[in-house]
């Protein structure tokens, strides 16, 4: 296996990075809520980075931001935001390709679902169509016009981390995108060469991201980078045992502020739900036990605001 060598040099860090998408639902306030607990709990510096190398809303991050200061959150440093490090992931895909670890792929959204769809075929990882495509074949695509993804070439299928809640987690590591069609730098790359530029070392977030994390710790070795802590925090789900989405209803905090509740109440039913006692964030933290929080989900009814009940 080829190491690059590390770039590594910022203090320890616990970071949340949301996408600016649209306003953070109470699912996403407490996992940041949480990210925030673990960092400062750690005597870690907490970093705040913005994912906008997708689909942006106007108006989105700023209501973000101040939804986090509302809770009682707080960040070292400037908010960072990907879109102005495209060069940092260039230079990493580069030192992959001169290593000989990337390769070209063809393959449509819709070939590679029917490829790993298939009968006896991987489960969901990608099946390596384009892996080993001569020159002719990969210029016959080119001409036809096709949009050419890049690919690691992995040397690995599993890769095992460490996780806080979790414990050892073995999952599978395909050939994964690092480079889309269109250009742009793929999340399984920006969020390691962020993360190790950062200092980060504590990657809290939801469990729903688990199954990618050993795809991200693999190419971190590949790049010669530190594999972060992680800690897998259970998400919060509607009623009907679905991940919490802005459409369940009144789930916004400015949802909540709009039927005439304080941020203190809203902060203290996210911390009920962590089995904590407190109404800021700075209340919570003198007691946050990472050992004592839940494992299962947290179920909400956003008419009532309630625990409804756990998912079996």
């Not at 449509?108 to 769809?117: L, S, W």
């Not at 016009?145 to 992995?154: C, D």
């Not at 010669?224 to 509607?238: D, F, I, R, S, T």
């Amino acid at each position: 296996m080829t190491r690059m060598p590390s770039t590594t040099s910022a203090a320890p860090a616990g970071r949340y990075a949301p996408s600016p998408s649209g306003d953070l639902h109470l699912g996403n306030l407490r996992t940041a809520l949480l990210a925030w607990l673990f960092a400062r709990g750690t005597g870690r510096r907490f970093v705040l980075r913005v994912d906008d190398l997708d689909r942006v809303r106007p108006g989105a991050e700023e209501r973000q931001l101040a939804d986090l200061r509302a809770i009682g959150l707080d960040w070292d440093g400037p908010v960072a935001h990907q879109s102005d490090r495209l060069d940092h992931y260039a230079a990493a895909v580069d030192r992959l390709t001169s290593a000989g670890l990337t390769y070209e792929c063809f393959c449509t959204r819709k070939e590679i679902q029917q490829a790993v769809t298939a009968p006896h075929g991987p489960l969901g990882a990608y099946p390596g169509t384009c892996r080993d495509l001569s020159p002719a074949e990969r210029a016959q695509r080119r001409a036809a016009g096709r949009p050419a993804a890049l690919r690691l070439r992995s040397a690995r299928t599993e890769f095992e981390i460490v996780d806080r809640l979790h414990g050892r987690y073995r999952g599978p590591v395909d050939d994964l995108v690092l480079r889309r069609g269109d250009g742009i730098p793929a999340y399984n790359l920006t969020v390691v060469v962020d993360d190790a530029e950062w200092g980060v070392d504590q990657v809290v977030r939801g469990d729903d991201l688990l199954p990618s994390t050993p795809r991200q710790a693999y190419l971190a070795t590949l790049l010669g980078l530190p594999v972060p802590e992680y800690a897998h925090v259970p998400l919060v789900l509607n009623t009907e045992g679905k991940r919490l989405a802005k459409r369940d209803g009144a789930v916004t905090l400015a949802d909540r502020l709009a039927r005439g509740e304080t941020v203190d109440r809203v902060v203290g039913r996210l911390a009920a739900s962590l089995g904590l006692a407190g109404h800021s964030a700075a209340e919570l933290l003198p007691g946050f036990d990472p050992a004592r929080l839940p494992r299962d989900p947290w179920v909400l009814d956003p008419d009532s605001l309630v625990v409804a009940g756990r998912c079996p």
